[in-house]
Structures are given as C-alpha cells and as structure tokens.
C-alpha cells in the first residue's frame, strides 16, 4: 500500500511538473552563458538528448540525480576547441559513490576567451561610425566603428558544483501473483558557485538545480528477456532565478531564468550480436530549439557510435573503453566553426 501511494505521488508531481513546462513561456538569457555549451563528449555526441540517461561524471550538469546511479567512483575530465580555436572550454570533476545508495560530486567547468579588444571609455560612450558600403540592400553592413582597440585582453567564466544524489530503489505490486516491477527513483541537488569577468569587472551567483528519473525495465513488465530498459529524466536548472551580481559602479545584475529539461530514453540490447542501442529525447525549454535526439550504438561494451541533432545541428561522436579508461569524442557542427570535444574518465 505505502509503495502505491508513494508511486501516485511521483505521478502527481510529474504531471505537474509537465503541465509547469508548457505552460510556461520562454524568455532570452544572457547570463550565465557559458553553461550552456554543455559538459562531456558523450551527451554532446547524442544531441545534448541526456537528460534521462546522465550516467556518467558528467551527470551534475545534465540531471543532478544521475549521479547516483554510477555503480563506481569517477574521476572525469574534458577539453573542448570552440569555434575555431578561439574558445577553450575544460572540465573536471570526482563523483564518489557513498554508503546507503548515496553519491556526491564535485566538479569545476572553466571558460576562456581570448583575444578580446578593448575599447577606452571615450570609444564607448561617443563611438563614430562610417560608411562601410554602398549596397543599399545590405542594411547591417552600412555602419562599423572606426575606433580601434587599445589592446587585448583575455577573460574567463568559472562555474563550481557540489552535487548530492541518492538513489532509491522500490517494487511496485501490482496485487498480481509474483508481479512485482522493481522501479528506481534517484533524486540530486546541485548547489553552484558561478564567476564571470570581463576585464576588470566580476560577477558572482549562487544557484541551485534540481533533478530526478524514474527507471525500470521493460523487459520486468512484459516478463520478456529480450526487451530492454526504460528512463525519464527531469531536470529544473536555476529553480529560483539566479540572479549574477556585478562589481560595476551601478552595481548591475543579471538573471539567469529558470528552465526545464525533460526526456525520456530506451535501451534496446541486442544480445545475439553483443551490441545494445540507446534512443534518447529531450525536451528544454529557454531555447529556440528545445528539442534534441540522440542516439548510439554500443558493441560488446567497447565501442560506441553516436549521432545526434541538436539546435537543428548536427553532432556525432565516438567512444571506446579500456576498463578502467574511457575515451570520449564529439564533434558538433556551427557557423561559427565546428566544436571538439574530449572527454576522458577512469572509474575505480
């Protein structure tokens, strides 16, 4: 009966997590920035679609809750080339599984621009501007600034997470004989300290990201070895509006909005020729395109080949185990240059 009652719940509270997502409207967001180029080669090879699978280091930033579902300890790294070469984007972090299916993890994710000019105040307040063509057609072309910078200056956005994630594991009776599905519910907090400069200005913010999935096995439900595994993910990121704060004489601030993520995956084995293939799909609102899809093909737990479609792009990656090394890569295509991404872990 508790089990019953404590499944209705979740379903209460998922239809009205649902019902939160559509019924809201998507705003622009500015601040904060840098956090949404993504974390870790293989959620960025499968269309950033990672919400309800999140099963590596990189789960505090895609769904705080899968951190608790690494059955090991992890220590994770990635280095990203952002278009063409003028963004430099790292990661690192430790996921420790602890006692009672609980798991913690820290992580550091850093962004470096280079290259950026600097104008004195006088050029920003009084900015002269000349003809720059004589095509009446090309309107934003028209102008451009004639004043030129005084130097160049490099700047840097820091992001640092502490996540705490526990797993729970229950059995749904169904009131059927021998019919119990054992379902797993993990549920993550993050808590985020986050740095921007520019120049000699400093913002600063405080946030708090939510998430959790729901986990069982299809192959449980229709009593049928040969079906495979099913997740939904939910991920509330920035629940209170984190508002970054700058050092700046009017002390200015900037919010960055509350937004969804909500997906769903399958896993589909293939036992007869040792391979298993993952459909994922995610929904993320605050986003011109909110909709991504990934998949990716493993084989004898290897070898895996992604492909996803993301921000109508698309991105495709590669991977390959050696127990305890994994190697991750993903390239996503832009029009700005396409990115590279190498990620690396070793579980333990």
């Not at 096995?217 to 970054?244: H, P, Q, R, Y």
């Not at 993520?261 to 298993?276: D, E, W």
């Not at 909709?291 to 493993?298: A, N, P, R, S, V």
Request: with cysteine.
């Amino acid at each position: 009966m508790k089990n019953e009652m404590f499944f209705y719940s979740l379903v209460c509270i998922f239809l009205l997590f649902i019902s939160k997502i559509y019924a809201q409207e998507p705003e622009p967001q500015y601040a904060g920035a840098f956090l949404e180029l993504g974390i870790g080669a293989r959620g960025m090879a499968m269309g950033e679609a990672y919400v309800s699978v999140a099963d590596d280091g990189s789960a505090f930033y895609w769904n705080p809750a899968g951190a608790a579902t690494l059955r090991r300890s992890e220590v994770s790294g990635m280095y990203a080339s952002l278009f063409k070469g003028l963004v430099k984007q790292f990661h690192i972090g430790l996921t420790r599984s602890l006692y009672r299916d609980v798991a913690v993890s820290v992580n550091w994710i850093r962004l470096n621009v280079q290259g950026n000019p600097r104008l004195d105040s006088l050029a920003l307040n009084n900015p002269r501007v000349v003809k720059a063509t004589d095509d009446p057609f090309n309107f934003w072309n028209q102008f451009a600034l004639t004043q030129q910078a005084s130097g160049f200056v490099n700047s840097h956005d820091d992001a640092f997470f502490i996540t705490l994630a526990k797993q729970n594991k229950i059995n749904i009776d169904f009131g059927w004989q021998y019919f119990v599905i054992p379902v797993t519910i993990p549920i993550g907090l993050n808590v985020k300290l986050i740095r921007q400069n520019l120049f000699d200005k400093h913002g600063s913010a405080l946030g708090v990201d939510l998430g959790t999935m729901f986990k069982f096995g299809l192959d449980d439900l229709m009593d049928n070895n040969n079906l495979g595994k099913i997740s939904f993910g939910l991920a509330i990121k920035d629940i209170w509006n984190t508002k970054v704060n700058w050092d700046t004489d009017s002390l200015h601030s900037n919010k960055i909005d509350r937004s969804w993520n909500i997906g769903g995956s399958y896993l589909q084995p293939f036992s007869s020729v040792g391979g298993k293939l993952l459909v994922a799909y995610s929904y993320r609102t605050n986003i011109n395109s909110p909709h991504k899809l990934g998949f990716e093909y493993t084989y004898y737990e290897r070898l895996a080949i992604r492909f996803g479609l993301s921000n109508e792009k698309v991105t495709a990656g590669i991977g390959l185990k050696i127990s305890p090394f994994y190697l991750d890569y993903a390239f996503r295509s832009h029009e700005l240059g396409g990115s590279h991404r190498i990620s690396t872990s070793i579980r333990f």
